[in-house]
């Protein structure tokens, strides 16, 4: 870890060495007695290590292990493909929003002076209208609760007379409209932190201000920004747990339905399993996103660009708190 | 929208009681994400495989499945959470001392997993000051407490405030969860309630709970805006 | 592409002219109740039904012994038993039946958005629900009960909760929680809802409640798969007469469906699907309900 702690203390002398071993021999004796005590022998005395609870999960030769992983699988299957979805057309929208966005800020600012007055007044009021719209969007769905969002695209959207059919199309809504304000922002920002001497360049070629944004800024918005961008994917992967509100059916609804069907209802061993898969997958993704950030910034600064900063699990706080970068 | 008038009472306590939820939470997450970045940055080697176990658990894993361990995996640890019912603060949050656990759950069910992205915050800021501050002070002859308390830490904090912030919106947002884990009369479970029991029309409630949140999300994700701006043009 | 656009086009062709034959032949076997087409007046939902030769039922899921989505992926009990007998009186195949999860909250609102055909989902037939759909049956009368621990005594009925020291669980959006609310003399204190009666039952084994609440047969499923951990505290204090939902106004269907269920109360379908399912757990047999057709 090359980062400041290592510039923070001197090296060790002997001393110090001496007093870091007796520190961490008493650490890692009071992490064992805790988690002995307020842990292992709390579970164990209300039997929560007995084999019926765990059989169906981890011991292939239980009647029901086939059956309840087949279960499990069809859970994981619905959540990614609802991630997958609402990446995909969060993504779409997004950068929709974000060019939407900055061509509105640019057409503000226009006053049309080469057209009729009246004409020039309903352009800017039209503009003016459209951003203030596109922004008060931005404020409202990265402002509320997703599940909140979800909750209420599944109930409705049936009310309006818009009847998809499938749970799964709600859930996807729902993800999009929150996920797709988020990256909007990202890209916006990382366009507007660019150095303006690109947007200058690429006007004074005679490229329009849309060919500006589609064919200069926004390619490496979309570079600078990719780590967020995949910090974003683990919040999806997230929030599809969330679709047990509206009963799609992901892993923890399947998985809530597999505990009561069970003889022995296991909730605390079933969540585990699932909470471990998922702390893996999401896992290996920061750890792309790291890297992926850490090649980003190698790149940049033998070129003298601004390099973004920020530990993964930062931006994935920051993104999930609605793109503020 | 007659719905945002005659119940007006579910919507006002509803929000109260969120608001409760997520002050205590963000002390929580505070306290947490602080004792996490310590551990981190501890020269002691199993203290910082703790903190970094804990992050990595937290912040990967959905809120879901926390809340669901602290609603019921806490009670199969034996506890209820009583260290919660703290005398003096249970008489101003009165949720926090009634025998029904699940507001405390939800508290703790927030502060951890926020904790993990508190922590990473402030990482994040005591990385982003220049390792030459920290050198300078150790060549001028401060000790590692001097060095973190008048060096380090308060630029750190500048460079943290803002993901911090963020972090705190972000919990807000999240404490929605509570009410489909036992916390009675929070905005969500309030507007369930209003739309499933009571056969309101959902939209006027769905306006009503935005309302409430956007309360708490709005003004605090514009003053971030304006701290952020600020900071931009002085750099 | 092209291909399986034809494919397709020679398929609904087949299955037309299939239909079509089978409408001639079965003329005469109306009341048989083995799947195929079948007579039924022109226009009528039933007709509609089976000539689609499919039936969308909305059930809950997670309802042990009337409606819980097993192992299998499938749905099992009581309610599931009532809704394929219902089928098979239209003339449609088990394995034709979509099976849609309809929590409490959204059961009016799926039937009024024709997103399921029947609803058979323990919902109890009310005067403010009929408001918006109509009800078919009872075709089983419920109670609500309360559910504690085997070794409680102090909890004898609804009124142990008035004095607002006991504290109970139920679940989101249904009627017991409704019902016992007016018993309560702090809901902030002593109600909790969750979305599983499950999760309720572990509120109970850990301590963090004292009593469940919902109907009877509900209880009683939970109290056989707990052997002496749990009891029933008292009677029942309500009545839950469960109905079968569909859409409001259409009187052909509702009267079909009743008489579909007088049919297997008296043939003995009825009170073999209730000892498959919910009946596991009751010692006795239940007399069937008498229909209410208004």
Redesign the interface.
Known sequence: MKDQQTVLYDAPGPRARRITLIGSIVAVLLIIAGGYFLIYKPLDDKGQFSMDLWGPLIDPNNEVFPLVWERLGEGFKATLIAAALAIVSSLVMGTALAVLRIQLKSLVKRRYEDLATPLAYLLRGLNWFLSAVSRIFVEIFRGLPVVITIFFVASALPDLGVDLGDILWYLVIGLTLYNMVVIGEILRSGMEGLPGGQREAAEAMGLSPFQTTRMILLPQAFRIMLPALISQLVVVLKDTSLGFIISYEEVLKVSTQIIQALDDPNPIQTYTVVGTIYILVNYALSKLAEYVQRRLARGRKTRGLPIPEKPSAALIAEVEAGGRL | MSVLVDHFDVFASGFWLTFQLCLLSAVGALLMGTLGAVMRISPVPPLRWVGTAYVTVFRNCPLTIVFFFAAFGLPSLGSNADFLKIPGLDSLFTRLGIDLPYFRFGIIALSLYTGAFVCEAIRSGINAVSPGQAEAARAIGLTFTQNLRFVVLPQAWKAAIVPLGSVIIAMIKNSALAGFFGVVGDLSNGAQNLTSALGEPIIPVFVGVSIGFLIMTAPLGLLLDRIERRRTVAR | MRMTRMVAVAAVAALSLGIAACGGDDSDSGNDSSSGSKDFAAGSTMEKLNKAQKITIGTK??Q?GFG??????KPAGFDVEIGKLIADELGIADDKITWV?T????R??KIE?A?VDLVVATYTIND?RKERIDFAGPYYEAGQNILVKADDSSITGPDSFKAG?K?VCSV??STP??NIEKYLAN??????????Y??CV??LT????NAVTTDNVILLGFIA?NEGKFKLAGENFTKEPYGIGLKKGDTAFRTFVNDTLDKIFKDGQWEKAWKDTAGKYVDETPTPPTINRY
Do not use: I, M, W
């Open positions: 899921f997670d042990p819980l989505k097993g192992l299998d992926g999860e929590p409490s909250a959204v009016e609102e958005k997103e403010k020291d504290k989101q959006g929680a409704t809901k902030a204190s002593q109600l909790v809802v969750f979305d599983v499950q999760k572990d509120a850990n301590g963090q409640v798969r």
